[in-house]
Every structure is written in structure tokens, then in C-alpha cells.
């Protein structure tokens, strides 16, 4: 939508904070990304600025006003969405960001509920490419996967903001169907964890046992869950995508103007 000059000066002005908070958090995301020993602590409280920049909209309006319509980089699922050989995934993590050194796709196939952990060791999977998705789409795509059952990234930023402990902690509620995909990010978070290894990375799938699913919390010093690499890899994907760099530099300027 074209913006007469009158509105776009009037959001501008009304913008001009959050573009400049836009900036600064930024700088801080590709300091926390550009770190060797990944900290769920740093990812948990990075949630809630990704929170405010793509779930509640601030990148949106900020763009709007400067560059249009923002686009942003994502992995190219589509590979894994469209396999039928095997059935949906036991388990997918898309990933993106770059943990303990390493950085890729993890995919696991396995006939749910008659698996035990070492069938169901993990199939070393590299996505093939990028895509360019509008910030709606970008947020709705499918990034994890857990017994055959999908949750997209919005959900991911949300929950570990909402109810990880990023700016709050509770638990969602399994009876409610709005919380559903909290519900199975609460569950991929007490039975999965990856762990630092020599040679990368190495996931601990149903580390609980194969034959049920639990919410509980399980604390791994040793390692990171599925649900935080997700939130990492969405800032990872904010702090690459060209649009994004375009925006920082029209702020820069009209700050300094």
C-alpha cells in the first residue's frame, strides 16, 4: 500500500523510538549469535526482544514507514515437508543458527510409539537453500517437529517468551485447544536436548523413554533444547536478511539527521 507523505511523516515520527530500540537490539542479537558457548540463559531473555520485534509487530511498523513490506530469510523446508517415503518426521529441528560451532538440520524418521532412542538416532540432513518469506510467513513456518505433530516459529517465540522463563514462567494448559502448540513445545523441551561433542552436535531423542510424553522440565547443563535453537535461528534469520540491513541503514541516517 502506497502511503500519502502526510502518513508516512506521521509514522515516521510515531516510529522513531522503536526504530532506534530496532538498532540497538540488533547489534546486541549478532553479538549473542556471534558467541561460541551457546547460553539458554541469553536465548531465553533474547526471546522476549524477538518477541517484541516480530510477534507484537515492531519490525513491521518500523519498516513500513522506511523500506515496505519487510522479507526475510528462512530455511527452505519444503524438502521435508513434501517426503512421503517415510511418513511425517519422528522428529525435525530446522535450525539455522549456529550452536556449540555447529549449524544445520536435524531429521529423524521412526514409527512413533514403537521407537526406542538408539532406533531413532538422528539423520544428519542439510537444507538445501534459503527462501524468501514475507514476515507473516516467515513467523508461520513449520520449523519443528515432534511425533508427526508441526509447530511453526511464531509459536516458538512466544512460548519460550510467555512461558519458558524468557519474561515469564508458566505452564500452558493441555485441556485448552488454543494452547495446543504449547502444549507439544513443552513436550519436545522435556524428552529432547542436544549436546555439545567433539565433532558438533548430537541429539537425545525421547531421552525419557519412547512410549510416553511428559511436560516436565528436565535441566541438561550439557546441553540446549530443541524449542531455544528455534528462537536462536529466528534471530539468526532477522540478522542476515538484506532487507533488515537496508532498514538499519535508513535509520541510522534519519537518526543522525
Not at 523441551?189 to 542436544?194: C, H, I, P, Q
Request: aromatic fraction near 8%; glycine fraction near 8%; include cysteine.
Amino acid at each position: 500500500m502506497l502511503l500519502s507523505p502526510e502518513l508516512r511523516a506521521e509514522l515516521l515520527a510515531t516510529t522513531r523510538e522503536a526504530a532506534a530500540a530496532l538498532v540497538e537490539d540488533l547489534q546486541h542479537i549478532r553479538e549473542v549469535l556471534a558467541r561460541e558457548n551457546t547460553s539458554s540463559a541469553e536465548i531465553r531473555r533474547l526471546s522476549v526482544v524477538l518477541r517484541r520485534i516480530l510477534v507484537d509487530g515492531d519490525a513491521r511498523r518500523v519498516a513500513a514507514p522506511r523500506v515496505g513490506k519487510l522479507m526475510l530469510k528462512a530455511p527452505d523446508n519444503n524438502p521435508v515437508y513434501k517426503e512421503k517415503r517415510f511418513g511425517p518426521p519422528l522428529f525435525f529441528l530446522s535450525g539455522g543458527a549456529k550452536v556449540f560451532g555447529w549449524e544445520g538440520s536435524i531429521l529423524a524418521y521412526g514409527v512413533a510409539g514403537n521407537v526406542t532412542p538408539q532406533d531413532a538416532l538422528p539423520q544428519g540432513w542439510a537444507s538445501r537453500g534459503t527462501v524468501d518469506l514475507a514476515l507473516e510467513n516467515f513467523l508461520a513456518q513449520r520449523v519443528l517437529c515432534y511425533r508427526g505433530n508441526w509447530v511453526g516459529r511464531y509459536a516458538a517465540i512466544k512460548y519460550v517468551a510467555n512461558y519458558a522463563s524468557g519474561a515469564h514462567s508458566d505452564a500452558p494448559n493441555k485441556d485448552n485447544a488454543r494452547e495446543s502448540a504449547f502444549v507439544l513445545l513443552a513436550q519436545i523441551r522435556s524428552g529432547n536436548v542436544l549436546v555439545k561433542q567433539d565433532k558438533g552436535l548430537h541429539l537425545r531423542l525421547m531421552d525419557h523413554g519412547a512410549d510416553r510424553d511428559e511436560m516436565t522440565f528436565r535441566y541438561a547443563p550439557d546441553g540446549i533444547d530443541p524449542v531455544l535453537i528455534e528462537v536462536l535461528s529466528a534471530a539468526h534469520y532477522l540478522a542476515i536478511a538484506p532487507m533488515i540491513s537496508d532498514l538499519e541503514t535508513v535509520i541510522r541516517d534519519e537518526l543522525s539527521g
